[in-house]
């Protein structure tokens, strides 16, 4: 129960705590709010442990979990260490984006750039698009067996739709003006994919990228749950069996960061990649 | 000999009642900037996507050099109303877009572009971004886009028409500069009367329900500033100022009747 009691008493106190530093000083930007936001939180953390209100079996304290870090690290966990770990889920998440950004952009500009494909694809993909990917994770197994295979083609799957749906609406969306300009100097339909389609959909399809990069993650994490021997979700799914909070806790916070890492990076790679967006032209 | 030749031309949206264009007759002589006036409805633009190809007429042939017109191509240059340019390239990148279309060498193109840049004064600007212009500035380099592919004809849908006032008369000036230096016919539609009688060598005028050609005049106002008359000077030229009148009546008087049609 009190493990349950912690982070509602945490999300309570920060909303209390920011509007007095805002009083202080009225600058503040938003980076710096969310920034104290967080830091108060770890300080009510380490309050409460440090306190031996809560105990360590249901919320071991920071420094507990740091050390557990650096353990994981060094030694590792379950015969794996925790890069050991880490690598397996960012290979199958890499090896599954991989093919889904191969596979879904051309069909996402077959559906949006010709009607059979779009009569043909689009009840599919939405046909499977609002199914849990967990739903339908037995069926790959009965049919993959238990292996990598099975993983990564449900990742794939949960990152095609969005990337092939994004991609089809981008194409769909192409100003029908450039596509005039393109035709009257003479581009061919080939031609008008390679160098207005496509670039005018990119900002669309790197949308999908993020959205199915998201998807992706949190799908594979819960796979792993389920039916793996390595992987960050199986990290923390087999410390929980043993009671191992301090491993649990920190499986969930390196998820967390990859999650954010993942979002972020893709926000950077968009403002390179497609620096007009955005602008008025 | 005749450049570019409509002959009964009608043109119909799908599913339309009135046509948008009946009957029109039209041809174009290899040295003419030819500008079609006209209000809105008129069928303006509805003509020249059919000269360039974007749409086809219900009825009628349309020949350029003797050979029928099929679908947008890269004889019929086209600059549109709104900067149809393309962001995620520079300035020099569009322009050289029709030549890297048709296998130019990379050197050849950037040569080629760097040139129609200098034609509409923006030789510096071949590394700026798209979005970095203004929109006179986009709509040059719209126009050095479509002279760089070296069309045998120039179609302006507009291209002035989302322009203030002041920049307006400047690219109607660069234009006819343009049009003096490279020698390229250039069809032009504009709903602005002083723009037509300005720059036309021929003017015909369209009316409404549905369009036709009410009349067709040969001016020589663009002649003479290519001559070195100043444009001030020209359009208060009392002769100008009649034309100018002449063709508000006509363009006025097909507007009235066809509200008096409308009410009756």
């Not at chain 1, 920060?14 to 009225?26: E, Y």
């Not at chain 2, 500069?177 to 005028?205: C, M, N």
């Amino acid at each position: 129960m009190s493990s349950l009691h912690v982070p509602v008493a945490a999300k309570r106190a920060t909303p209390l705590a920011t509007p007095n530093v805002n009083k202080s000083r009225r600058s503040l930007s938003t980076r710096w709010i969310s920034g104290l936001t967080l830091a108060t939180l770890l300080v009510l953390w380490w309050a409460v442990t440090a306190a031996e209100w809560i105990e360590p079996l249901f919320l071991p304290s920071p420094e507990a979990v740091l050390s557990k870090a650096w353990l994981l690290l060094t030694q590792g966990y379950m015969e794996s260490t925790l890069w050991q770990h880490l690598g397996a889920s960012l290979g199958r998440i890499g090896l599954a984006l991989g093919a889904a950004i191969v596979t879904a952009i051309p069909i996402g500009i077959a559906i949006g750039h010709n009607r059979i494909a779009r009569g043909i694809l689009d009840p599919l993909i939405e046909f499977y698009r609002p199914i849990p990917p967990l739903a339908y994770l037995p069926l790959i197994v009965i049919w993959c067996g238990i292996g990598e295979l099975s993983k990564v083609l449900l990742i794939y799957l949960a990152i095609f739709a969005p990337i092939a749906i994004a991609t089809a609406t981008g194409v769909r969306t192409v100003d029908p003006t450039k596509l005039r300009a393109a035709q009257s100097l003479g581009a061919t339909r080939a031609q008008l994919i390679r160098h207005v389609i496509l670039p005018s959909a990119l900002p669309d399809i790197l949308t999908g990228v993020r959205i199915g990069l998201g998807v992706g993650w949190s799908t594979l994490v819960a796979a792993e749950l389920i039916a793996a021997t390595s992987g960050l979700g199986f990290m923390v799914q087999s410390a929980a069996q043993f009671l191992v909070t301090d491993v649990v806790v920190l499986g969930i916070l390196v998820i967390a960061l990859i999650a954010f890492a993942l979002e972020m990076g893709l926000r950077a790679l968009q403002r390179k990649l497609v620096p007009w967006h955005g602008q008025s032209h | 000999m005749a450049l570019l030749e409509l002959e009964r031309i009608s043109a119909q949206y799908p599913g339309a009642a009135e046509p948008v264009l009946a009957d029109i007759t039209l041809s174009m002589g290899p040295q003419q900037l030819l500008v079609a006036l006209g209000p809105s409805g008129s069928g303006k633009t509805s003509l020249l996507n059919l000269i360039a190809g974007f749409v086809a007429p219900s009825a009628g042939r349309i020949t350029l050099d003797g050979e029928p017109v099929q679908g947008p191509g890269a004889e019929r240059g086209v600059v549109f109303q709104d900067d149809a340019l393309l962001p995620w390239q520079d300035v020099l990148a569009n322009v050289a877009f029709g030549l890297e279309l048709a296998g130019v060498p990379r050197a050849t193109r950037e040569r080629k572009a760097a040139e129609m840049l200098a034609l509409v004064d923006l030789a510096d600007f071949g590394k700026r971004r798209i979005w970095q212009l203004s929109g006179g500035q986009k709509q040059r380099v719209g126009l050095a886009r479509a002279l760089a592919a070296d069309p045998r004809v120039l179609l302006m849908d507009e291209p002035f028409g989302a322009l203030d006032a002041f920049t307006r008369e400047q690219m109607q000036e660069l234009l006819l500069q343009v049009w003096q230096r490279t020698t390229k016919p250039v069809f032009l539609i504009t709903h602005d009367i002083e723009e037509a009688v300005f720059l036309a060598t021929d003017l015909i005028l369209l009316a409404p329900n549905p369009g036709q050609i009410v009349e067709r005049l040969q001016l020589d106002f663009g002649q003479r500033y290519a001559a070195g008359e100043s444009a001030r000077a020209i359009k208060s030229d009392p002769r100008f100022i009649e034309t100018r009148e002449h063709v508000l009546s006509r363009v006025f008087s097909q507007r009235s009747a066809a509200v008096r049609q409308e009410s009756a």
